[in-house]
């Protein structure tokens, strides 16, 4: 079955640790993207990347960091730059002629 | 700068009640807007989207919405509401080649 897929679902990070969390898809979509979710507060854009090699920064980019080498795969880094990492992580992809955005089940990310 | 503002964090309805839940938009140009679910602990799931073809837009599980210009709205409404309804539910609008999400409103349904 086409789809996207995060992993892992649940992921704890130390004081000063880097983190990634991946995202896959093999619905051929050209555009990804990396929303970050907290109570209240709806989703807010990270990072977003239209074609292989390329991404641009969306609303709160400041301490992550995105590659993207392959088309199917747009994996997010959380950096210990980023104070504040507890959240649900939502990846999502888009066909370029397509309205209709794909979202992953998510990736809770929390603290230790 | 295209916004979408919705009204009211919680709604809670009973079971075979109407569903009406408030999105407002800011934009300079006619957008594109969408109604996405989200059920606890899941990504979202596209219910509707609006893309100037006709003002009124029906989507899956029964719901529906209504561009209205004059009002900047688009709120999405449901007839009769069951129990599997329950969920959060977001408005967006297309901004270029992102997505912007509403705050989200939870919506509650009793028995």
């Known amino acids: 079955d086409g789809g996207i897929t995060q992993s892992p679902k649940y992921l704890f990070r130390k004081e000063g640790q880097n983190v990634t969390l991946s995202c896959e898809q093999n619905?051929?979509?050209?555009?990804m993207y990396w929303y970050r979710q907290d109570p209240g507060q709806g989703l807010r854009l990270i990072y977003y990347?239209?074609?292989?090699?390329?991404?641009q920064k969306g609303d709160i980019a400041e301490g992550y960091s995105v590659s993207r080498e392959k088309k199917e795969s747009f994996p997010l880094t959380v950096t210990s730059a980023q104070k504040n990492p507890t959240a649900f992580y939502l990846c999502?992809?888009?066909?370029?002629?397509?309205?209709?955005?794909?979202f992953g089940s998510g990736t809770q990310l929390s603290v230790l | 700068a295209q916004s979408v503002t919705q009204l009211g964090s919680h709604v809670s309805v009973s079971e075979g009640a109407l569903v009406l839940l408030r999105c407002n938009y800011s934009?300079?140009?006619?957008?594109?807007l969408f109604w996405y679910v989200q059920y606890p602990n899941q990504g979202l799931q596209l219910l509707l989207k609006?893309?100037?073809?006709?003002?009124l837009v029906k989507g899956i599980n029964g719901f529906e919405a209504e561009f209205k210009k004059s009002e900047t709205s688009f709120h999405l409404t449901k007839p009769s509401a069951h129990m599997s309804d329950a969920a959060e539910y977001f408005c967006?609008?297309?901004?270029?080649?992102?997505?912007?999400f509403g705050q989200g409103t939870e919506l509650s349904v009793k028995p």
């Open positions: 999502a992809s888009r066909g370029l002629l397509d309205e209709k955005l794909f």
């Open positions: 619905l051929n979509h050209d555009a």
């Open positions: 990347s239209q074609i292989v090699n390329d991404f």
């Open positions: 934009s300079s140009v006619p957008p594109y």
């Open positions: 609006y893309t100037s073809a006709a003002t």
């Open positions: 967006a609008v297309r901004k270029g080649g992102k997505l912007i």
